[in-house]
């Protein structure tokens, strides 16, 4: 979803939350009504907290066979085939494929939450045993297998949150000739930050082998053989940076 901010993304969201036909959007909505109902009914906020984590989840951390059940049901032309469902006690039972998408998508989401949490208590030792927040930027690096890949950009942003520290959390890697490692991963601003492009300031450095993606939540990729003259370069521009929050107003 495009920012909400921009009038035209505004109004074509908008005009499609009062239009919805997709099956499996239309089940999550009813599954979440009570909620949903509570936030004013279905509107942008609703959404984006009780149906787009769920998809969210399912397309991070979804086996493909869970991605084939959710995006079918997404059209109308397969959302309400009998299959089979899969419902401990209900062996041997059909049900309309959306309907076992929808209890399908809950579980990869709680799966996700259960292994996120386990993933930031591990990361939150490290940061206090470390002391990483007394850097500009809290740098995580990892060994493989520590952090699931399509987890780290969503756990940056919780750590980036809760410190008020901009966030890496890089996972060591070999580099296409094996001779260098690199530690790469994913990256989010402090999202009340002075600093609004935290991409720029990684690259102003001259280090990364490459910052890609927003200036706020990119992948980045830095030499293993640099990553302390990284640190030493950031802390070094965040000297000049403020650690206060910072609201920004667009109109008084």
Not at 15 to 27: A, D, M, Q, S, T
């Amino acid at each position: 979803m495009e920012s909400y901010i921009e009038l035209e993304n505004r109004a074509i969201i908008n005009r499609g939350l009062k239009n919805i036909h997709n099956p499996f959007f239309y089940y999550m909505c009813e599954k979440n009504k009570f909620s949903i109902d509570k936030m004013g009914g279905i509107n942008y906020m609703s959404i984006a907290f009780y149906v787009t984590p769920f998809i969210n989840a399912v397309v991070r951390s979804g086996t493909l066979e869970e991605k084939d059940l959710i995006f079918k049901s997404m059209l109308t032309m397969y959302a309400f085939e009998k299959i089979e469902s899969g419902k401990r006690g209900h062996k041997g039972e059909f049900v309309p494929r959306v309907e076992e998408a929808v209890r399908i998508c809950a579980n990869v989401k709680a799966r996700q939450t259960k292994l996120q949490d386990a993933t930031m208590d591990l990361l939150e030792q490290r940061i206090q045993s470390e002391r990483l927040t007394e850097n500009g930027i809290i740098i995580l690096l990892c060994e493989p297998g520590e952090v699931e890949k399509n987890l780290a950009g969503l756990i940056a942003n919780k750590i980036q949150a809760k410190y008020q520290h901009p966030c890496y959390i890089l996972t060591k890697s070999k580099g296409k000739d094996d001779k260098e490692y690199y530690y790469r991963g994913s990256g989010r601003n402090y999202s009340m930050s002075e600093n609004q492009d935290l991409r720029q300031l990684a690259l102003s450095t001259g280090i990364p082998e490459y910052v890609q993606g927003h200036a706020n939540a990119h992948g980045a990729s830095i030499p293993e053989s640099r990553i302390q003259e990284f640190i030493d370069a950031t802390n070094k521009l965040y000297e000049n940076i403020s650690k206060e929050p910072v609201y920004w107003v667009d109109f008084i």
